[in-house]
T-cell receptor, first 115, second 112 residues
């Protein structure tokens, strides 16, 4: 099994629908992140969580919400999906004890299309 | 704020060619610098890193040197292979922040 698992891998949804992307990890890391990847823009941080009781907005949090249900689970929700949220979404974890590379581990991504 | 700029892609090379992917950054202080690689259908993997000026990161034949005077961290490989076809991301992080800031990515295609 992968260290960081994202579900679903692919999803097509309609404008205005609520959708949840899920992420679970077996790394035992406290820190989890949601990034969005768009062609030509790289990865941009949506939300991050440094422990179960800590949630922080990233640079593009508008239109998104998150829930940290447990150390191992971090979900991203789109309350009312719109077409410009069509993108590839990545979940990641990190471990501060690993030093300056933080041991980032990425999931394989969820490709979301909003029609 | 911090930012990373990479050369625009896509880049297409023949097998055994020399590769350079340029990366420059804007940041306060002394960030750590990284190159990540994304193979088709997969998540990002750390390729190499450098944590202070003049450090050279290397892995799988790839190298990059942290140049503070030019705020650059260019990725190089002397002889590329078809299996190197992927998207490459330059990134930085400050120790206190623990958040990666990515460049826009460069798609590399190697033809046999």
């Amino acid at each position: 099994d992968a260290d960081v698992t994202q579900t679903p891998r692919n999803r097509i949804t309609k404008t205005g629908k609520r959708i949840m992307l899920e992420c679970s990890q077996t790394k035992g890391h406290d820190r989890m992140y949601w990034y969005r990847q768009d062609p030509g823009l790289g990865l941009r941080l949506i939300y991050y969580s440094f422990d179960v009781k800590d949630i922080n907005k990233g640079e593009i949090s508008d239109g998104y919400s998150v829930s940290r249900q447990a150390q191992a689970k971090f979900s991203l929700s789109l309350e009312s999906a719109i077409p410009n949220q069509t993108a590839l979404y990545f979940c990641a974890t990190s471990d501060p004890s690993r030093g300056l590379d933080y041991g980032y581990t990425f999931g394989s991504g969820t490709r979301l299309t909003v029609v | 704020g911090d930012s990373v700029t990479q050369m625009e892609g896509p880049v297409t090379l023949s097998e055994e060619a020399f590769l350079t992917i340029n990366c420059t950054y804007t940041a306060t202080g002394y960030p750590s610098l990284f190159w990540y690689v994304q193979y088709p259908g997969e998540g990002l993997q750390l390729l190499l890193k450098a944590t202070k000026a003049d450090d050279k990161g290397s892995n799988k034949g790839f190298e990059a040197t942290y140049r503070k005077e030019t705020t650059s961290f260019h990725l190089e490989k002397g002889s590329v292979q078809v299996s190197d076809s992927a998207v490459y991301f330059c990134a930085l992080s400050h120790q206190g922040a623990q958040k990666l800031v990515f460049g826009q990515g460069t798609r590399l295609t190697i033809n046999p």
